[in-house]
């Protein structure tokens, strides 16, 4: 055991799979000499060289494009795009053929590839470097995304998603890179895609989130004397899992879902939508979301009344219990 | 049987003050010593501000920062072609060229402290707000440029690129729809050597950015991007050209990214410090400092004096910014619709309850 932080978690994944795996390079803006502008690739390219640890030329349609003809070929891509709202510019690619490779080729060809971009608020950073799309990335069939909030997640999931048969969009919270230490194993292992972690029992009500908004609903619902919460953190976007949620539900009988992006279509409708379906006569209340605006989000200076705080999480959690 | 070549090219090259500040007088644009000295004078005012949207960065005072310096002459000799009619499109590190065009100092500073207000033009120019998203101006900067044409109007657009850029899909679709319609709009490369951690060459194999022109009929010029008259005078000339309906240009600007990439980068990671000193050598400001001296267009006294106004500028602009009235939570929801629609309403009214 190694004590790491999230990036850190992330390194050691890649380490590992660069290790294990000869098929696997890591390729992206600046991630080889320099080490990736957060350092997640730090050291890697020392290690193994320049033909698995490659700078690109700048072009995020480029990257996400060549990955795709190597993925299809036999090399194994763990593409870097430098920030999550860089990501538009490869969603061609992504929606047109990673999505569907192996559907149009009737299965004779597969696209096992991944795509890490750091996302989220939260650090004071320049537009568009701060937005979290997995709703975006979710509804394209074909896809899978993982969001992970804790290092030893991050680096579980980052090798699952490696080892994974089709393509995936990792989304590291930028946030919480640096903000959590973890006991990590040094060794490989992996953790299952589409499986949720209750990372807080209880009994009154259920908080379904990921990434960054994991340890910020932690530290609100551990200021609620009165309300007993279970909080799940997803980690896996699509493929979710519906079954820790109504277990959660058909236990507590109340849920709010915790997310950053936007409301409208966020993938928070999707687990109301869900619980509705499976979970209707559990329920004791309407499910409610906490969740950004439909709106750009803003500027550095304004951002943090965007992204969801302690008091509206708090302030769902005491509407759906009085209820 | 035929094998014969059907094309030839040629990639030009233009400096006109060589770095001992010698001006080839034959090249040498059409500028007074008066516009000569206001040249000097905004890339001072252009350096001063820099130093201290740097230092500013060090103490907390704005957030992140992305630095001109070297950059001054490629910046201020580009807009000094330019109407205020006419369209500037700029990315994260044209804060030379808008101030030279006329933004307002203070709102640039508040711009990097994080406030959309920074953003907003001035009425009576039209500056676009700056890209982030490296080359996604660019096609915005050829429309805009084609919308001239398609209204009948002589405005010309110009717009900022690095050279990393030119590795994005953005900037070749731009150069084609450039090329094919012959628009009215100025490609200004500024090729500082870096994209980040990236050397040129991990970005193209090519020789020369300016090159890249030919291949889509787009006049292309590469220049001494340190040298103020060069710069002005490729760019003077292509927006004649543009104006007088001639089409659109590609100009590479040879320069260099005197700092870190952003207040948030380590360049010593990647470069060597001798690269560093060998193009500090080609300074753009001493380099118009001693042709200035040798034109006697300037002496110890003038510069101090503008050095002196210079920072009182700053000064008073950094006071404007840091006085200037705290943004408005609401506007988060103001500008998304000229309307807002009924979801936005409700989450706007439980915002404003919030
Ligand atoms: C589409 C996109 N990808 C990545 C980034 C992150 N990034 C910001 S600047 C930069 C390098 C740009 O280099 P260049 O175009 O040469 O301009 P310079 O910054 O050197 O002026 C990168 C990779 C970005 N802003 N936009």
Redesign the interface.
């Known amino acids: 055991m190694v004590s790491m932080n999230n990036v850190e978690a992330v390194r050691s994944a890649l380490d590992q799979a660069l290790k294990s795996d000869k098929s696997v390079v890591v390729l992206g ?2 991630v ?4 990736g ?1 957060f350092r997640a690739t730090d050291g890697l390219q020392k290690k193994y060289g320049k033909d698995r640890v490659i ?5 995020e ?2 990257i996400v494009g060549m990955a795709i003809g190597l993925a299809v070929t036999g090399v194994k891509p763990v593409a870097e795009i430098q920030f999550s ?2 990501l ?2 490869a969603f061609d690619q992504i929606f047109s053929h990673a999505a569907r490779i192996r559907s149009r080729s009737r299965g004779r060809f597969t696209c096992p590839m991944v795509i890490r971009a750091p996302a989220g608020g939260g650090i ?6 701060c937005e979290m799309p997995e709703a975006l990335f979710a509804h394209i069939p074909g896809i899978k995304v993982v969001c992970p909030s804790t290092p030893y997640d991050t680096k579980g999931l980052l090798l699952a998603a490696i080892k994974d048969p089709d393509p995936v969009i990792f989304l590291e919270p930028m946030r919480i890179y640096r903000a959590v230490k973890q006991d990590v194993p040094e060794k490989e292992y992996t953790i299952p895609l589409g499986k949720a972690n209750v990372i807080k029992e209880g009994t009154d009500i259920t908080i379904i989130t990921w990434g960054s908004m994991v340890k910020y609903t932690l530290d609100a619902v551990a200021g609620l004397d009165d309300v007993d919460a279970e909080v799940i953190d997803l980690r896996t976007i699509y493929p979710f899992d519906t079954e820790a949620i109504i277990k959660s539900v058909g236990k507590t009988g109340r849920a709010v879902v915790v997310h950053e992006a936007p ?2 279509s966020g993938f928070g409708a999707e687990i109301v939508a869900t619980i509705n379906e499976k979970a209707l006569d559990s329920l004791d209340a309407p499910v409610l979301r906490v969740t950004g ?4 989000l ?6 943090m ?2 992204i969801p705080s302690k ?2 999480i708090i ?1 769902a959690i005491n509407e759906v219990m009085d209820y | 049987m035929v094998k014969k070549v059907i094309g030839k090219f040629e990639v030009e090259y233009l400096q006109v003050l060589d770095e001992e500040g010698n001006a080839d007088e034959a090249l040498m644009p059409k500028l007074t010593g008066r516009q000569i000295k206001e040249l000097y004078e905004n890339m001072i005012l252009v350096r001063t501000f820099d130093d201290k949207a740097f230092s500013m960065q060090r103490q907390g005072r704005i957030g992140s920062y992305l630095q001109v310096k070297g950059q001054e002459a490629a910046q201020v000799g580009s807009v000094y072609a330019l109407q205020d009619k006419d369209w500037l499109f700029p990315m994260y590190r044209s804060s030379g060229a808008l101030l030279a065009r006329k933004q307002p100092m203070h709102l640039l500073y508040l711009y990097w402290g994080g406030d959309e207000r920074g953003l907003k033009s001035p009425e009576n120019v039209n500056n676009f707000p700056i890209a982030i998203p490296v080359g996604t101006q660019i096609p915005h900067a050829v429309g805009a440029a084609w919308a001239s044409n398609l209204l009948g109007k002589k405005e010309v657009s110009l717009v900022f690129f690095g050279e990393g850029a030119t590795s994005k899909a953005d900037f070749h679709t731009a150069m084609n729809f450039a090329g094919v319609y012959q628009v009215p709009c100025i490609l200004v490369c500024e090729n500082n050597q870096w994209a980040i951690s990236v050397p040129r060459k991990i970005q193209t194999h090519s020789e020369t950015i300016a090159q890249k022109g030919i291949a889509y009929g787009v006049k292309g010029i590469q220049v001494d991007g340190n040298d103020i008259f060069a710069v002005y005078k490729a760019v003077k000339e292509a927006v004649d050209d543009a104006r007088a309906g001639k089409g659109p240009a590609l100009i590479e600007c040879m320069t260099y990214r005197i700092g870190d990439h952003s207040t948030s980068d380590d360049a010593k990671k990647y470069r060597g410090e001798k690269e560093v000193e060998e193009w500090a050598k080609k300074d753009p400001v001493l380099r118009l400092e001693r042709y200035m001296k040798k034109k006697k267009l300037l002496d110890e006294a003038y510069k101090k004096k503008v050095l002196e106004n210079a920072k009182e500028t700053v000064e008073k602009e950094v006071k404007k910014y840091e006085e200037y009235p705290a943004p408005d939570r609401e506007d988060i929801f103001k500008y998304t619709f000229a309307e807002m629609p009924q979801q936005l309403k409700e989450q706007f009214e439980e915002f404003k309850n919030g």
């Open positions: 803006e600046d080889g000499v320099n080490g502008v700078d690109t030329p700048l072009s349609e480029g709202g860089f538009p510019a004071r950073a320049l537009e568009l470097h409301k409208t605006y439909d709106t750009a803003p500027f550095a200076r304004l951002e009344q965007f008091e509206r302030k």
